[in-house]
């Protein structure tokens, strides 16, 4: 590989350097000795051009008598051997220049080599940084793309289950205003049949009167003329008072009974004012009450007032569930149910135990709910189940509005709270109640409520049952 020119300038640059100086000191010489024609037009700079030393280079090639000049008074110790050699053209002064432009060569290739393998390096290290940073970047990336996704899913999670919410919140404030509507409705009437109630009551105290005004004056009527009968006439008045009152009661248990449904209603729309709403439905009630004892005062008859004896507290009778039913039958169980305003309580594990004793008590409490959901539903009765526990009357399983459900108190049994609750309620509401425990049959018994068993409630499901067979 023979040397470019660039690189064996590079090995003579000293000779040629010290030619220039040769020359300049010339020109400063007395006599002065003139440089080269080539070289006064390099030697005039103070900063000499590019080209310069190939300038130089040309003129020792042409000119021997400068060459050796410059190599007499340039000290060649201080020269290298290539520079040298270029001064003397001694034999084999070629070679020797080019071997070392080929060293030089060499050396910058190495060079070359050693700044491109240490730029690779460097450029691998960068590359490999910067794989790292984006492969950091990418995993990040990922990473907030599934936690975006998580997001995404539980926001549309959300969203569905809040568009299920205000559905169920919408049909439950539905069925409280027509609950409310009924409500009223059924004040109306009740305000009707006690002002209907009132004018018969009066006109009974009026056609006594008359009767007996009557009675007194019989003897004076003309043997012609047939005297009227006061005591049909009075006992037709009688019998339109009494059922009109019958009437206003039955109209005051619908409107307790719905007063009761729309208290459940609020209750469960809004459980923070839990109570509030029964109050005030007992509240209505006893308005009611006060209403019709106010009747009671208004034109009742002196006798009439004197079949109650002044102070006794009404007393609440079992309800009787009409002609051609046995007692203890499906039917029966059926009628009893159906009553307008009856409130059943079951005594909750002493029911399950014997209608689904093998299951586990979560279970047992789920399958008695689930049953009495499609009883209350059928029948429209409103059931009250309780369970023997120590959470405080928090509900034992989800249920239905008509079925509601508490566990006692800690140390308190499901049966005293029955025994308890029956014996609180207005004597006016009729009461049933399905539990197989003496002491519990026998405590409601004595405050008027019906009696049913688990057995009952089995055959109801099941759907018939012997016309024979007693509870």
Same mark, same amino acid.
């Given at each position: 590989m *023979?040397p470019?020119?660039?690189?064996?300038?590079?090995v003579?640059r000293?000779?040629?350097?010290?030619?220039?100086?040769?020359?300049?000191?010339?020109?400063n010489e007395?006599?002065?000795?003139r440089?080269?024609?080539?070289?006064?037009?390099v030697l005039?700079f103070?900063?000499?051009?590019?080209t310069a030393?190939?300038?130089?280079?040309?003129v020792?090639?042409?000119?021997d &008598?400068f060459r050796?000049?410059?190599? &007499?008074?340039t000290?060649t110790?201080a020269?290298?051997?290539?520079?040298?050699?270029?001064?003397?053209?001694d034999e084999g002064?070629? #070679?020797v220049v080019?071997?070392?432009?080929?060293v030089?060569?060499?050396?910058?290739?190495?060079?070359?080599?050693?700044d +491109?393998?240490?730029s690779?390096?460097?450029?691998a290290?960068e590359?490999?940084?910067?794989?790292?940073?984006a492969e950091? +970047?990418?995993?990040a990336?990922e990473?907030? @793309?599934k936690?975006?996704g #998580?997001?995404?899913?539980?926001l549309?999670d959300a969203?569905?289950? =809040?568009a299920?919410?205000?559905s169920a919140?919408?049909?439950?404030f539905e069925e409280?205003?027509?609950?409310?509507?009924?409500?009223?409705?059924?004040?109306?009437?009740?305000?009707e049949r006690?002002a &209907?109630v009132?004018?018969?009551?009066?006109?009974?105290?009026?056609a006594e009167r /008359?009767?007996?005004v009557?009675s007194?004056? %019989?003897? #004076?009527?003309s +043997?012609?003329?047939?005297?009227?009968?006061?005591a049909?006439?009075?006992?037709?008045?009688?019998?339109?008072?009494?059922?009109a009152?019958a009437?206003g009661?039955s109209?005051?248990q619908?409107?307790?009974r719905?007063?009761?449904?729309l208290a459940?209603?609020?209750e469960?729309?809004?459980?923070?004012s839990?109570?509030?709403?029964?109050?005030?439905?007992? #509240?209505d009630a006893?308005?009611?009450?006060?209403a019709a004892a106010?009747d009671?005062a208004?034109?009742r008859?002196?006798?009439? %007032?004197?079949?109650? *004896?002044?102070?006794? =507290?009404p007393?609440?009778r079992?309800?009787?569930?009409g002609? %051609? @039913?046995r007692?203890?039958?499906?039917?029966?169980?059926?009628?009893?149910?159906?009553?307008p305003?009856l409130v059943?309580?079951?005594?909750g594990y002493n029911?399950?135990m014997a /209608?689904w004793?093998?299951?586990? /008590?979560?279970?047992?409490?789920e399958?008695?709910?689930r =049953?009495?959901s499609g009883?209350a539903? +059928?029948c429209?009765t409103?059931i009250r189940v309780?369970f023997?526990?120590?959470? %405080?009357?928090a509900?034992a399983?989800?249920?239905?509005l008509?079925?509601?459900?508490?566990f006692?108190?800690a140390?308190?049994?499901?049966?005293d709270?029955?025994?308890?609750?029956?014996a609180a309620?207005?004597?006016s509401?009729?009461?049933?109640v399905?539990?197989?425990?003496r002491?519990?049959?026998?405590g409601?018994?004595a405050c008027g409520a019906?009696?049913?068993?688990p057995?009952?409630?089995?055959d @109801?499901?099941?759907?018939a049952r012997p016309?024979?067979?007693?509870s």
């Open positions: *023979s470019g020119p660039s690189s064996e300038d590079r003579v000293p000779a040629l350097e010290a030619a220039l100086a040769v020359a300049e000191a010339g020109m007395d006599p002065q000795r440089p080269p024609r080539g070289l006064q037009a005039g103070h900063k000499r051009p590019s030393l190939t300038a130089v280079k040309r020792l090639d042409r000119d &008598e050796e000049l410059v190599a &007499e008074r000290d110790t020269l290298s051997s290539a520079a040298e050699a270029f001064l003397r053209r002064w070629r #070679d080019t071997q070392a432009a080929r030089l060569e060499d050396a910058a290739a190495d060079d070359r080599e050693r +491109a393998e240490r690779a390096l460097e450029l290290a590359l490999r940084t910067r794989a790292e940073v950091a +970047a990418r995993t990336g990473a907030e @793309l936690r975006l #998580d997001v995404e899913r539980r549309a969203m569905t289950r =809040s299920e919410l205000a919140n919408e049909a439950l409280r205003r027509r609950a409310v509507r009924e409500l009223a409705d059924e004040r109306r009437r009740l305000g006690t &209907e009132r004018e018969l009551r009066l006109a009974l105290a009026e /008359l009767s007996d009557a007194q004056r %019989g003897n #004076d009527q +043997a012609g003329t047939p005297p009227d009968d006061p049909a006439d009075l006992e037709q008045q009688r019998e339109r008072a009494d059922h009152e009437v009661r109209t005051a619908e409107v307790q719905l007063a009761l449904e459940a209603l609020a469960h729309l809004n459980p923070d839990a109570g509030k709403p029964a109050a005030a439905a007992t #509240d006893a308005v009611t009450d006060n106010s009671d208004v034109g008859p002196a006798d009439a %007032g004197a079949r109650r *004896s002044p102070g006794a =507290s007393r609440r079992p309800v009787r569930v002609r %051609g @039913l007692e203890g039958t499906t039917a029966a169980t059926r009628a009893l149910l159906e009553t305003g059943m309580w079951v005594d029911v399950t /209608l004793g093998d299951l586990a /008590l979560p279970a047992q409490r399958a008695l709910v =049953s009495l009883v539903t +059928a429209g409103h309780v023997d526990g120590d959470t %405080g009357g509900p399983v989800t249920a239905p008509r079925v509601r459900v508490t006692t108190e140390g308190v049994e499901a049966d709270d029955i025994i308890d609750e029956v309620t207005d004597p509401i009729p009461v049933a399905m539990s197989a425990d002491r519990v049959r026998d409601v018994s019906n009696l049913l068993s057995n009952d409630l089995r @109801l499901l099941s759907g016309s024979g067979a007693g």
